[in-house]
């Protein structure tokens, strides 16, 4: 129960990666605020996490949103200790760059980018006082891609930037660190009514040095020990998190 009287904000934590860390840190013993524009997925994860959890329906994107979660969060739990910034568009796909259009090249940077830098921008106050910690979650694309996936592989780049700049900004009375993880099984961290084992081959599994595909709940512990205070010597940097897939060399 090293979390317990700690209050935490994760954003996009009504499904998948998100989900799983709530989960993890109100197993041990926090308080925690989902902050997610899905009010079905949201309440569910509230009502299935129960009393030590709050839904704040919102967008990441709006910085009015943001500022009303964030007080709404340390009102509740009358302190701020960490914030985890999850919320993002998850799907890569944006075809060619030169058919890219400016709307969906914006869309992706202001809800993946632009979204942790207002969260972390409203909760500095509160995570000065408390002395607390922010994890920005990546993806291994800001160093890896698959062709047409402009818009999110410069938003997960800039995740990473933006951690150790926040981190020099702010430190040592906050500590800033990046997770990107690679592939995660999140079928099972879905809202209750639409869980579902994933479907993985062999090969799927193979492609891993660590001999499987990720899960949601291997993130969740490596955050929960960012945020932590076993992790006070850890700031400004950025995990990668994906069974040694990027360093895997493929032939054909």
């Keep these: ?23 993890r840190l109100v197993e ?12 079905h997925a949201g309440r569910d994860a509230a009502e299935e996490y129960g009393a030590r959890v709050r839904f704040e329906r919102g967008s990441v994107a709006r910085e009015e949103d943001v500022r009303r979660a964030v007080a709404a969060t340390a009102r509740w739990g009358g302190r701020l200790d960490g914030v985890v910034n999850n919320a993002g568009i998850a799907d890569p ?8 259009s400016l709307a969906r090249w914006h869309k992706v940077l202001e809800t993946n980018l632009t979204g942790a830098f207002l969260v972390a921008k409203h909760a500095i106050p509160h995570l000065r006082r408390a002395r607390g910690a922010i994890v920005n979650i990546g993806s291994t694309r800001a160093r890896q891609s698959e062709p047409d996936t402009t818009a ?25 660190n990046c997770i990107e993880p690679g592939w995660i099984a999140t079928d099972e961290y879905a809202p209750r009514e639409e869980r579902k084992k994933p479907r993985l081959r062999r090969i799927d ?48």
């Design 205 to 252: 599994h193979a492609q891993h040095p660590a001999g499987r595909v990720g899960r949601p709940e291997d993130v969740a512990a490596l955050c929960a020990w960012l945020l932590s205070g076993e992790a006070g010597f850890v700031t400004g940097t950025t995990v990668v998190q994906d069974g040694g897939m990027t360093r895997k060399m493929i032939y054909r």
């Design 1 to 23: 129960m090293r979390f317990e009287n700690k209050v935490f904000l994760v954003t996009g934590a009504s499904r998948g990666i998100g989900r799983a860390i709530a989960k």
């Design 28 to 39: 041990e013993g926090a308080m925690v605020c989902i902050v997610d524009a899905d009010a």
């Design 152 to 176: 999110y592989s410069a938003s997960k780049g800039g995740i990473a930037a933006l951690t150790h700049s926040l981190a020099l900004s702010v430190g040592p009375a906050i500590r800033v």
């Design 93 to 100: 796909e944006s075809g060619p760059p030169e058919k890219l």
